[in-house]
């Protein structure tokens, strides 16, 4: 069984367009990541969210965390095809080093 | 140079070969980790170094094995591999081993199987 489900799996979209990814779980977490990993390259950290009911924003990207910390959202305002890659969730349960990760969300912005 | 470096970046190798991956961060951190990223799975966390201590260790078979010299260099040492093997192995690094601290990953060494 996954911890953290992420959907949808792939999406594909036009550039301008919006969009919003998710990252879901039956279990409580401390604290959310989101990171983007391109083609060729090593995941990047994007964000991390610890307050249930946070919001973050970075640019065109925002990013929520449930109020129960068990899931997580984000959302592209008219994406660009910078904005592709591979968009994973990790989610850490406590103050150790462990962070489990989801499948994935791979976005395919096209011009 | 800065970052997470990783070499090689490809790996071919035969089921009775033994070579090593190569991971060096300088980023000043204290915790190195080895992650395997097979197609339509999540990253697996594999092995955990903190302060160069071995800190976990997840069900990984013994046909790896890693090395931690100092807080700057990881090896992950392969023997006997097999073809479900094959996969994206990248390495992280953190400042310490806090689950809140951003990790760093180096670009992966795509490792074949033959």
């Known amino acids: 069984t996954q911890l953290l489900e992420q959907s949808p799996q792939f999406l594909s979209i036009q550039e301008g367009e919006n969009l919003t990814v998710y990252c879901n779980s039956s279990?409580?977490?401390?604290?959310l990541q989101w990171y983007r990993q391109e083609p060729g390259e090593g995941p990047v950290l994007l964000v991390t969210v610890v307050t249930g009911g946070e919001v973050k924003k970075l640019k065109r990207l925002t990013f929520q965390f449930g109020d129960a910390r068990k899931d997580s959202s984000l959302h592209i305002t008219a994406a660009q095809p910078g904005d592709t890659g591979l968009y994973l969730c990790a989610g850490s349960r406590g103050s150790n080093y462990k962070l489990t990760f989801g499948k994935g969300t791979l976005l395919t912005v096209n011009p | 140079e800065t970052g997470v470096t990783q070499t090689p970046r490809h790996l071919v190798m035969g089921m009775t070969n033994k070579k090593s991956l190569k991971c060096e961060q300088h980023l000043g951190h204290n915790a190195m980790y080895w992650y395997k990223q097979s197609a339509k799975k999540p990253l697996e966390l594999m092995f955990v170094?903190?302060?160069?201590?071995?800190?976990e260790n997840n069900s990984v078979p013994s046909r790896f094995s890693p090395e931690c010299p100092n807080s700057s260099h990881l090896f992950l040492h392969l023997h006997t591999l097999q073809p479900e093997d094959s996969a994206l192995y990248l390495c992280?690094?953190?400042?310490?081993?806090?689950?809140?601290?951003?990790?760093?990953f180096g670009d992966g060494t795509r490792l074949s199987i033959l």
């Open positions: 170094y903190n302060f160069k201590e071995q800190t």
């Open positions: 279990s409580v977490f401390s604290s």
């Open positions: 992280a690094s953190s400042q310490d081993g806090g689950g809140i601290e951003p990790q760093h």
